[in-house]
């Protein structure tokens, strides 16, 4: 039967089964955005470098020689301001001290940038780093991670003794944390320009640390793959400035990063953010996904397509593309239109969340955020981030958090002007001084306990102005449960007049206040303070005819239409 034609049918059948009466428990329909159980937790992000120094004894300060990797400033910094591109001694030991920082936060799994083996000297090639320039590596190192030279063996300024990556996810399990393992498969270090070559940059390991592919500190299109087996890996041309262009059509790549990722699950990864996914082609992504989840049945995977073209990125969420979920750039444009401009409209949000017939597989899977080490952080005052949150922990989609906005840390700082500076314990033992900080564990904690937030359908009621109002809607197994979220980012206090799909019960605030009752026909009328947030749940399934024919439009047209 047609889409359109059964969805009547099943629209008809519930108007009448369910205008004034429970339907029998046996009949009662499911409403879920997701079940994936990754929604369920949202994600704080942590560049592991940056984020505390929990062991000195892992720095390697003198590592590097005369291309040393520890603490190097960025030259031309406006006074009273800095940043750095060497190494600044952040380690597993700092994030597992500060799990139960996260975990108290509303937090429940930690994502840490790639934890491989990286080149133990400074760049000599590209362009110098300068203050604010972009994609520019001389002088740089590999402290974030993504240089990869061996993805089977854990980069040297990670672990501790008895702290291995196994024993870390261990113990961040035990502390109530999953681990979201950052992975990189379509580059590896950067491969050539180098005034002399040196060791490890261009270079690809296995396991048994046996050099395989090698660059050789060749322009791509000096590369002979057809004669010289350690060029074999690449692409002979040129992609994300000097890094090596792994060859996404070569059964040896995917094997071995297959083999590489699936070790780390084995020791404890749960899932994985996977960078630059737009780099190689559907067909790759297709057959890695099917190799990894043939050994680990659901296992979760987003990734990074650095493009606010929701056509563009869509793709990768489909079945024939490997069921990838991204990272919702389309939504993020608009969150920092909205967030950083005190005087801009809600309506701007609606547009991009693609709730029927959208881009994605599934909306409700996508990982939202607002800013990353990749791009300016959000540029918003103290109210600007609340809201956000507000915003980003009620609707649809899987929040996710870079290290530091808790506070406002570096506000609009890009990549070489600060975004990526170390935070270190003292920031985290005063977070809980910061506005930012108190209203994002309250509403994280309240999205950790309210299963509608997590995981139920998004039905927008009004986005104008200041003010946004819309339901959550959860219903499957015991679960039954009703969010009504109401937001207000103006400087005044807003009231809401609530009518429409407005189940009649008693609705209860979920931050405080009194209970509203709410007869056949009448509305809810409700005041919520300046850049603040409202939640009145209801532990019920959903009866009221117009409500469930719109849960049911909303669950047949979740998706992609043809997918």
Same mark, same amino acid.
């Given at each position: 039967?047609?889409?359109?034609?059964?969805?009547?049918?099943?629209?008809?059948?519930?108007?009448?089964?369910?205008?004034?009466?429970?339907?029998?428990?046996?009949?009662?329909?499911?409403?879920?955005?997701?079940?994936?159980?990754?929604?369920?937790?949202?994600?704080?992000?942590?560049?592991?470098?940056?984020?505390?120094?929990?062991?000195?004894?892992?720095?390697?300060?003198?590592?590097?020689?005369?291309?040393?990797?520890?603490?190097?400033?960025?030259?031309?910094?406006?006074?009273?301001?800095?940043?750095? +591109?060497?190494?600044?001694?952040?380690?597993?030991?700092?994030?597992?001290?500060?799990?139960?920082?996260?975990?108290?936060?509303?937090?429940?799994?930690?994502?840490?940038?790639? +934890?491989?083996?990286?080149?133990?000297?400074?760049?000599?090639?590209?362009?110098? #780093?300068?203050?604010?320039?972009?994609?520019?590596?001389?002088?740089?190192?590999?402290?974030?991670?993504?240089?990869?030279?061996?993805?089977?063996?854990?980069?040297? $300024?990670?672990?501790?003794?008895?702290?291995?990556?196994?024993?870390?996810?261990?113990?961040?399990?035990?502390?109530?944390?999953?681990?979201?393992?950052?992975?990189?498969?379509?580059?590896?270090?950067?491969?050539?320009?180098? %005034?002399?070559?040196?060791?490890?940059?261009?270079?690809?390991?296995?396991?048994?640390?046996?050099? +395989?592919?090698?660059?050789?500190?060749?322009?791509?299109?000096?590369?002979?793959?057809?004669?010289?087996?350690?060029?074999?890996?690449?692409?002979?041309?040129?992609?994300?400035?000097?890094?090596?262009?792994?060859?996404?059509?070569?059964?040896?790549?995917?094997?071995?990063?297959?083999?590489?990722?699936?070790?780390? +699950?084995?020791?404890?990864?749960?899932?994985?953010?996977?960078?630059?996914?737009?780099?190689?082609?559907?067909?790759?992504?297709?057959?890695?996904?099917?190799?990894?989840?043939?050994?680990?049945?659901?296992?979760?995977?987003?990734?990074?397509?650095?493009?606010?073209?929701?056509?563009?990125?869509?793709?990768?969420?489909? %079945?024939?593309?490997?069921?990838?979920?991204?990272?919702?750039?389309?939504?993020?444009?608009?969150?920092?239109?909205?967030?950083?401009?005190?005087?801009?409209?809600?309506?701007?949000?609606?547009?991009?969340?693609?709730?029927?017939?959208? %881009?994605?597989? *599934?909306?409700?899977?996508?990982?939202?955020?607002?800013?990353? $080490?990749?791009?300016?952080?959000?540029?918003?005052?103290?109210?600007?981030?609340?809201?956000?949150?507000?915003?980003?922990?009620?609707?649809?989609?899987?929040?996710?958090?870079?290290?530091?906005?808790?506070?406002?840390?570096?506000?609009?700082?890009?990549?070489?002007?600060?975004?990526?500076?170390?935070?270190?314990?003292?920031?985290?033992?005063?977070?809980?001084?910061? %506005?930012?900080?108190?209203?994002?564990?309250?509403?994280?904690?309240?999205?950790? *306990?309210?299963?509608?937030?997590?995981?139920?359908?998004?039905?927008?009621?009004?986005?104008?102005?200041?003010?946004?109002?819309?339901?959550? #809607?959860?219903?499957?197994?015991?679960?039954?449960?009703?969010?009504?979220?109401?937001?207000?980012?103006?400087?005044?206090?807003?009231?809401?007049?609530?009518?429409?799909?407005?189940?009649?019960?008693?609705?209860?605030?979920?931050?405080?206040?009194?209970?509203?009752?709410?007869?056949?026909?009448?509305?809810?009328?409700?005041?919520?303070?300046?850049?603040?947030?409202?939640?009145?749940?209801?532990?019920?399934?959903?009866?009221?005819?117009?409500?469930?024919?719109?849960?049911?439009?909303?669950?047949?047209?979740?998706? $992609?239409?043809?997918?």
């Amino acid at each position: 039967m047609p889409k359109s034609r059964l969805l009547t049918a099943l629209v008809a059948a519930l108007a009448c089964g369910l205008a004034h009466a429970a339907a029998p428990a046996a009949s009662v329909p499911e409403f879920v955005g997701t079940d994936a159980p990754m929604a369920s937790n949202a994600i704080y992000f942590v560049m592991t470098d940056r984020f505390v120094n929990g062991d000195p004894s892992n720095d390697h300060r003198d590592q590097g020689g005369p291309h040393r990797t520890f603490d190097i400033p960025v030259p031309g910094a406006p006074k009273g301001e800095s940043a750095n +591109i060497g190494y600044l001694g952040g380690d597993f030991k700092g994030v597992l001290d500060n799990a139960g920082y996260i975990r108290g936060m509303g937090f429940g799994a930690v994502w840490i940038t790639p +934890i491989v083996d990286n080149p133990d000297e400074a760049f000599t090639g590209g362009d110098p #780093v300068s203050w604010g320039s972009k994609f520019t590596d001389r002088g740089k190192t590999g402290y974030h991670g993504y240089w990869g030279v061996n993805f089977y063996k854990l980069d040297e $300024h990670l672990p501790s003794k008895g702290l291995d990556f196994r024993q870390f996810t261990a113990k961040m399990h035990a502390a109530g944390l999953k681990v979201v393992q950052d992975i990189v498969v379509n580059h590896g270090s950067p491969a050539f320009s180098m %005034p002399v070559r040196q060791p490890q940059y261009g270079q690809i390991f296995d396991k048994d640390g046996r050099l +395989i592919a090698d660059e050789q500190n060749l322009p791509p299109y000096q590369l002979d793959p057809a004669r010289n087996p350690l060029h074999r890996f690449y692409h002979a041309y040129d992609d994300l400035v000097q890094l090596s262009n792994n060859d996404d059509q070569s059964p040896a790549v995917l094997d071995y990063f297959v083999g590489a990722y699936e070790q780390w +699950i084995g020791e404890g990864a749960d899932a994985f953010r996977i960078d630059t996914i737009s780099h190689m082609s559907t067909a790759f992504w297709k057959q890695f996904s099917a190799r990894i989840r043939a050994k680990h049945p659901g296992f979760f995977m987003f990734g990074e397509a650095f493009d606010y073209s929701p056509d563009n990125i869509g793709q990768y969420t489909w %079945p024939e593309n490997g069921a990838i979920s991204v990272l919702d750039f389309p939504l993020r444009g608009r969150l920092g239109d909205v967030f950083e401009r005190p005087d801009s409209d809600y309506a701007h949000l609606l547009d991009r969340l693609y709730l029927t017939n959208g %881009p994605y597989q *599934n909306p409700y899977e996508l990982v939202t955020f607002y800013d990353n $080490h990749d791009m300016a952080r959000l540029n918003a005052t103290d109210a600007g981030f609340i809201d956000a949150n507000n915003f980003l922990f009620t609707a649809r989609g899987i929040p996710a958090i870079y290290y530091g906005s808790e506070t406002g840390f570096e506000r609009g700082k890009a990549e070489h002007q600060g975004n990526r500076n170390y935070y270190g314990q003292q920031r985290i033992d005063g977070a809980s001084k910061s %506005p930012i900080y108190q209203q994002l564990k309250r509403i994280a904690q309240l999205r950790e *306990n309210t299963p509608a937030l997590q995981r139920g359908l998004m039905l927008p009621l009004r986005f104008a102005g200041n003010q946004a109002a819309f339901y959550r #809607v959860y219903q499957k197994g015991n679960t039954h449960q009703i969010a009504l979220v109401l937001l207000n980012k103006g400087d005044a206090v807003a009231s809401f007049d609530i009518g429409e799909y407005l189940q009649p019960s008693r609705w209860q605030p979920a931050l405080g206040g009194a209970a509203i009752d709410v007869a056949a026909g009448g509305h809810l009328h409700a005041s919520v303070p300046a850049h603040d947030v409202q939640v009145y749940l209801l532990d019920a399934t959903a009866k009221r005819a117009d409500l469930v024919a719109e849960l049911m439009r909303l669950m047949q047209e979740r998706g $992609h239409p043809t997918h």
